[in-house]
């Protein structure tokens, strides 16, 4: 016999058994590249084609659109053309363009992730191989425009092309990636492993996940403050140097095509101008060339600017005005903003039906605007040092706010101001609540019940206590009534037994647990040993010297002649009567005996005694 070679090779068995998604992983990254690079290809060729007096064929076009492309990754530009001969660098990357390839990436990577809409659908596919697939796509067609673009005017600078755009494409793919599995938090918890157990332990504590959700929170809103405040600060200089700004827009170019594309430029830098107008209201300021800083004291900007709209608006040259120092009022707000978001989450509102939850202790407050104030100066640096970058050499070499300047003043700010206000804020709300609902959350990271004040809680509970008291004494008078009521329907006229009255118990007492098993034996339930019982307790109840209650004589008297004699007279002890058994409830064992000197016969119950039995003298004779 000689041996079957396999059926498949070591390649098709290898390609069968891949993870499911790779293919549609690389395509999507590919796609989203494509995507990215025709948008800025379909600009630059409107433009082109629109421009009376283009420089260039189709082909200078696209590589332009290529190089537009790349810078907004952050790669540095190298351009060529120049009066000089000397190579230029183009390192300032309009943040609006970088909206374009991060939002195409992430897209890219949760659709890829091919999420079920229900629970019954087929599995997801792996997070690690989307985010593969996506990246590897994606810097494919990255590399391929790269290339495309080395050899033209306006190159790219091939280290930043290795840094950059990885970064940007693995950044966007985990983020989209990580929104399509639901935002879970062990990721984000995962990534702090990495620092020392005291330091994590210091800065977030036991409840680490409140703690950095309210940290991202805050920081995410004074961030926002601190955008927001410096583009209303670059639109008000745009205004108040109004005539310089339209005077610079106008010397660039004369077609409405030029204007129309220097327009787009200064609309794709507004959020570069923003963060700089923010760093110039943290103090820092920012650079307009080497040497020249503008800051809120003191302005010293380069003497020769190009001519564009936004250089226009840069603050004049001289020591600050008061209009110059209204901008610390950006920083302000950020940090009171900051502070608000950190005392909401220190006191949160209880949900509806939901005991209140615990509040943080003014420590751990504290500890958390510490982490906003840090976290709220590694965004700005970021964003600081995206904004920023060369436009030329010499003079020209710096542009923009110092990164690390920038987010260390932003981090001071932020705590200096949003420590005081999370303090106050978090008092206040422990009042508001304090005065609504008269409770106060537990301290602790746990969610507790809450306790009430010191004077609602002691009235509440001396409340509760006189009214368990009275409870307890009007359910022994109705327990006293149903007695009476029954010794009535038994037919006797007498008073019935009173049971003696059982203090009240202690509040401690009313929640004590009655024995699980049955103390007495069943013997102790058997009717003969009921009625043993209930005979010795009568003997025992009645005097000696009186006679006792059941041999009282009858009612209707019995002739002389037919008295039986005395020695066929029955014991008393020997007869029980059955109805004896029914005059008092099983339910109370214990019972006083009635007072000897009423006895109140009952007519309607028969004698004890025998009926041979010689009556008494006195009822013999009628007296």
Known sequence: MTARPPSLSPLLTRMRNREPGLAASLLGGAVAAGLGFGSFAVLVMVLWVSSPYPDSGPGGALHVAGALWLLAHGVELVRTDTLSGAPMPVGVTPLLLLVLPVWLVYRAARVAVDAPADADGPPPVPARTVWTGVVLGYLGVGGAVALYCAGAELRPDWFWVTVCLPLVAAGSAAAGVWSAYGCPREPVLSALAVLPVSLRRLLFGVDERARLGTAVRATGAATAVFFGGGALLVGVSLVWHGGAARASFVQLTEGWTGRFAVLLLGVALIPNAAFWAASYALGPGFLVGVGHLVQPFASHPAPLLPPFPLLAAVPDAGAGTLANWAAGLVPVAAGVTAGWFVARGAVRRP???????????????????????????????LLAGLADGPLGVAALARFGPVWWQTGGAAGVWTALFGMPVALIVRAWRLWRRRTRDGEIPMQGTGVGTGTGSAGSGKQQDKTSVKAGKAGQEEGAAKVEGRLAGKAKESGKGGTPPRRPASPVPDEEEMYDFLPADDPFPGEWHDDLARASRWAALREAAVPRDLPAPWASPAVASVPPAQTAPPEETAPPEETAPPAESALLPEATPQTEPASPAEPRPDPADPSPSDPGTPDSPDTATGH
């Open 351 to 381: 949900e509806p039906g939901t005991p209140a939850p615990a509040h943080w202790s003014a420590g751990r407050t504290a500890g958390v605007v510490l982490v906003t104030a840090m976290l709220c100066a590694a965004a700005l640096a």
